[in-house]
């Protein structure tokens, strides 16, 4: 890498950088600076996460007894039907290609900017609109079919959906912008000496999530139209009563739904790959298994989705093809874990917060990801189906995974956004309540589904009490460490040690530029010779290790 | 799609049309080629959904597709696929005439294509007028006395979801083009540089593309 | 062994045939789930301290994988997702494949509630009482949402869907009372969409529903007469079908009339319209009363009007009862070849 890395020994902050390079509110609306859009998707993801949250507590708060306890059973369906849309379509879809994406993509290319910035700024507007549009209808509509919207109930539910249907569709226009806006940058944009085997492993993955937001997101775009249209018009293209096919909504809502799972799990995995390697210093074990993996997940991913009808009367034969299929899904997910933990192996590894997130990361993916495997196998989810363990088993997956990956973003490069440092101790802190937080909540899940109780249920059984309990005593713990680190967050912003421009000494083309950088990243244009987890010093000796 | 033109920053770019985070124009037309390639990919995406229950209803309803689609005006039906096919064409003359530089004709061979496409959209309205006018109308309000058979309300939200959905994609077309010719028309394009009146043009084949396979499907099987 | 599993997994009871099957995979998968993941984070851990940092910035060894290495780590995972998936079907295929000679009941879903009703015998909301130890099958079906059928201790659930059937079986294998749930959200009551099914042994079944039939409640048809009527599904299907008009176009003397005829039309191999050969079995008997054209026999018009909306659940059983006993001396010639719901080899 070219020798730009000039070591701020004094370390304060740089007098310009992309924050305070222009003032004004009107310079950060109309801003075309990939940065300062990562910005504003990072507030807007932070409040759909704060709502998300508040809703999942007031979920888990009513079933602190068999019967009724803080709300009445519409209510109850509304909450969990708020929790569903705000955490998938506004919060684990955007978060991480929105914030750390559009942060750090550019960056680590080498580009000045994403390919097209005004449908960068676009994709946040769009966003907001259509957060708003969802949120509006959820909150006056009563929407209460739940984030599936499975027909005819969702046709025939007296609440108000279109609203919310509207909004789902816009915000997809959202994600497929953001998409498309990647795979076009990663294309044309790279740095000179950036050859495909040389990009970050985090880009590879936020290309992988951009193809399938691109060719995913247009079919549950217009599939929720189709609904909406029906509830306004009476179309009868899914209801029943008018000869239409209600299973034909559930295959072209999963056709989205299932690679969308997807789109929220890869660019996690991606802050994995660039985690385990930043706190190990040390070569990526199998970079382009990890690379290639990722576009495997995101191709195979596509044909899996049949794995949520198994009990929909789809005949025997196809609900064997999409076990299959679902298996290899796991099998390149394996593939990673392995890479992951091969990284971990002689490496000069530095206890530090995200060490921690990775570990929860792995845990939780393997237990997640087997699980998951566990469901598509015919046999044992006709028990399984819609009971808590596919909640417990999805959640593994998109808290367990994919929080743990956002959280690793920011302990990664919340000093490289900021310039400045969290406070280490309290970090270790709060991910110590996360991911143990995060077992006390899931863990009994899987077990109450065993049980077999059914998702969504607002009264339960008797005999599913004790669990459930045990759940919601572990959400308090999750709950109490997100609030730790916002508050740490948040004082650091203003507070927080300077960081430097490269606190860690990592080897990433983010790195190569002040923390935070200028406006236009880099002031020379850097050129790469090397890939990016080159963590051996120029002219020592390196030991080469085959297992 | 149209990102080539220049943004107002401090270091100002040779041309105009120049983004300055490109390094050069090439890299540039590359990027936005396979923005609008990508973009006609969700499009694509878009119309499968429709595809996809015209063929599992089809399959389910075999016999009240087959007779409903009779109930199509096939004659008005095949002027508009002409009318289409012809205004493809059209718009390939405008891209090459700007080609060669010729800003003149290019606007001309536009404003032809735009005036096909008004011209679809009108057969397309006195379509739509008498299925009205007959009751052949999706869902509960299917009220057709001619054909009575369950299926027929479905046949007819297919038809008035799919032709519908596509006569909006003409409407943006049409827009597109009418903002190109009129960029094109300041004299803003030249041989040296006309991307984007390729983009519109590749937009406007996509259009034309979904028709030709919404045609034989909905008027001809 | 079985017992400590079920415990810990906190399993509800083994009450049915499917059960017992299925939940030597849910161990066996549950085991190595846990012991890889329980692996991979201990690995992990380990190497956190194995390998921590001992002074800063040092450089580290490149470690690439042989291929010998690569083999395995995509071997392993494949071979033991195989294995799950491939005995996972293969019992699947057993739980989809109902004996013959099951005992039927028709099952009705309707926000909020199940309602059962016997070929032969009574009808009963949310309670549903079976044999232990013979084959019952649930012929399924919607009033308004989909429901799904879902009864824990037997391991089986089945989505109900409007304007469809669907089936599964399931044969109990100790007496008892097991709670029935709807797995699919469908409104404000989901949660109380409650049933029960009580499993008697085979003789106290048998004198259950002698008893049932003795005083069997009166039934009133829908179709205008407002008499009470008492006695089986399939006289009432036949007078149903009197009732209806059925009887003016499908004739029950073997001959084909405008519609085809009804006798042994039960599980008739049947040539349509389209080209395709289907088996009439209950599925494609309702569907043809609700969708008449979507599966014409060859060889007859499209002149049947739609019973959708017309015919209430219950009696759409009753007619395809009604069918099913219309069986002529020639049944053996006409049966198909193979069976239809042939089980699947059971060691």
Known sequence: MAQLNVVNEELSLPKVHYINADRGLKSWLFTLDHKRIALMYFVLTTVALLLGGIFAMAVRFEHLTPGPTIMGANTYNR???LHGVVMIFLFMIPAIPGIFGNFCLPLMLGAKDVAFPRLNLLSVYVYAVGAALALYGMVSGGADAGWTFYAPYSLSTPATLAPVLFGVFILGFSSILTGLNFIVTVHTLRAPGMTWMRIPLFVWAIYATAIIQVLATPVIGLTSVLVAVERIFGFGFFDPAHGGDPVLFQHMFWFYSHPAVYIMVLPSMGVISEAVAAVARKNVFGYKMIAYSSLGIAFVGFFAWGHHMFVSGQSALDNGAFAIISMLVGVFTAIKVFNWVGTLYRGSIAIRTPLVYICGFLFFLVFGGMTGIAVATVSLDVHWHDTYFVVAHFHFIMVGAVIMGYLAAIHLWFPKMFGRMFHEGWGMVASSFIVLGFNATFIPQFLLGNAGQPRRYYMYDERFWVLNVASTAGSTLLAFGFIIILIYLIYALKNGNVAGDNPWDLKGLEWNTSSPPPKHNFDVTPTVDEDPYTYQKKGEEVEHVVI | ????EGHAHAARPPRWYHAHHFDNIETQ?????????????????????????????????PQTFHLASRHLDLSLGTLNTVILITSSFTVVLGYNAIQRGNSKACVRWLAVTILCALGFLVVKSFEYRHKFHEGMLPGKFYSYEGLQLPGANIFYAVYFLATGLHAFHVIVGMSILAWVMFRVKKGLYNAEYHVPVELGGLYWHLVDLIWIFLFPLLYLI | MNELMRQLLFLPEQASTFAVKVDKLHYFVVTVTMVASVLTGLIATWFFFRFRERRPNASTPIVSASHRFELAVISVPLIFFFLWVWVGFKDYIWYVTPPKNTTDIYVTGKKWMWHFAYPDGPNSNASVTVPANRPVRLLMTSRDVIHSFYVPDFR???DVIPGRYTETWFEATKPGRYRIYCAEFCGTWHSQMIGEVVVLPGPEFDAWMVKQKQGLAGRVDSSGSGEE????????????????GCLKCHSLDGAPHIGPTWVDLYRRKTLLASGETIIADEGYLTESMMDPYVKVVKGYQQVMPSFRGKLAAPEAAALVEFIKSLRGDNLENVAPKEPVYGPVERR
Do not use: C, P
């Open chain 2, 29 to 61: 037309n590359h990027a936005v080629r396979l923005g609008m390639w990508l973009f006609l990919g969700t499009e694509v995406l878009l119309f499968a959904g429709l595809f996809l229950g015209y063929t599992v209803y089809r399959w389910l309803y």
């Open chain 3, 156 to 158: 089986i659930k089945q």
């Open chain 1, 79 to 81: 909450m969990f039907t």
């Open chain 3, 229 to 244: 009527f008492k006695g089986d599904l399939a006289t009432y299907g036949r007078r149903l079908a009197g009732a209806y």
């Open chain 2, 1 to 4: 799609m149209s990102s080539s």
